[in-house]
């Protein structure tokens, strides 16, 4: 299941960030991706929104953070909280974001559920379609005035990071996104290793064609999906076991941050609108699903309207 990965470039090349603002989400773990990316751009001097399930935990990663980094100053840190599998609180949280900030430079949309059983919430969607796909996207699109306000003030375009995987290239060729039973689809059965995976992959092939229909829609803004790796963490470690990873092939969490990290703030990136990054700075051809713009739209279309209805319902 590895996949094949560049040099490690220098962290020297990420440029100054004062007075750019960022939101990264699924960052209060110090053992987390999120959490390795939101403290390099707040090293770099960027004001970073550490995305986080409960006030609790974000504060918790914010004072490790500041008592970690003495360099980085407590108005740098800010929390956005909210709980990706219901879509009210990240609109809740969102309407926040834009009453307080008149700008966002930086999203890196890295929360995300592993594989896991076909299970459905309130509104009869999957729990993890929703919170790795319905969730970024509306998060994202919610957020897009801000963008907008960015590209106005600075001549660097926003960056918008989705964090997809490479596993996208095990789909079967007929998957769509037509409509909810198609987010729903259990890929052969509603548990077991490999469905499990296949649509953790779907989740993962939905932020990656939302990228690049992203990118269609708001050409002011750099739209980026990335892999960032195979991560040993608590989560992934029996995944990556029962499918036969070894040890020395896997990437720490350090090193899983770094194609994130310059998909959102890396110069060259800024050049390659709709791309889908490799670790740790490979373009990766367009091919395969991923390059099928009509799938793009249609998952765009149908996000929309199933993001539209869960929030219509009291």
Known sequence: MFTPRGEKYDLSIIPDLSGKVALVTGANSPGSIGYQVAQHLAQKGAKVYIGARSESKANGAIETLL????SLKPEQLGSFVADLGD????????????????????????????????????????????????????LTTKLLPLFEKASQQD???????????????????????RSVDDLNADLGSPDGFFANFQ????????????????????????????????????????????????????LSVAEGALTPLWAAAAPEAGKLKGAFIMPFK???????L??????????????????KDVLSKA
């Open 87 to 138: 879509l009210k609180q990240v609109e809740r949280a969102a309407d926040a974001l834009l009453e307080k900030e008149s700008r966002l430079d930086i999203l890196v949309n890295n929360a995300a559920l592993l594989a896991r059983p076909l299970d459905k919430n309130e509104d009869g969607l999957s729990v993890s379609m929703t919170t790795n796909q319905l969730a970024p996207f509306f």
């Open 67 to 70: 008592k970690t980094n003495p």
């Open 199 to 250: 649509r953790y992959s779907l989740s993962k092939l939905a932020n990656a064609l939302t990228a690049k229909e992203l990118q269609r829609r708001a050409p002011y803004l750099v739209s980026l999906a990335v892999h960032p790796g195979e991560i040993v963490t608590d989560g992934t470690r029996l995944m990556l076991e029962a499918s036969g990873g070894a040890p020395a092939q896997v």
């Open 155 to 177: 001549s660097d375009a926003p960056r918008v990071v989705f964090v997809s995987a490479a596993s996208i290239k095990w789909l079967p060729p007929t998957v769509r996104f």
């Open 282 to 288: 490979e373009v990766a051809p367009e091919e395969g």
């Open 290 to 307: 991923w390059k099928d713009e009509g799938l793009a739209k249609e998952l765009w279309q149908t996000s929309e309207a199933v993001v």
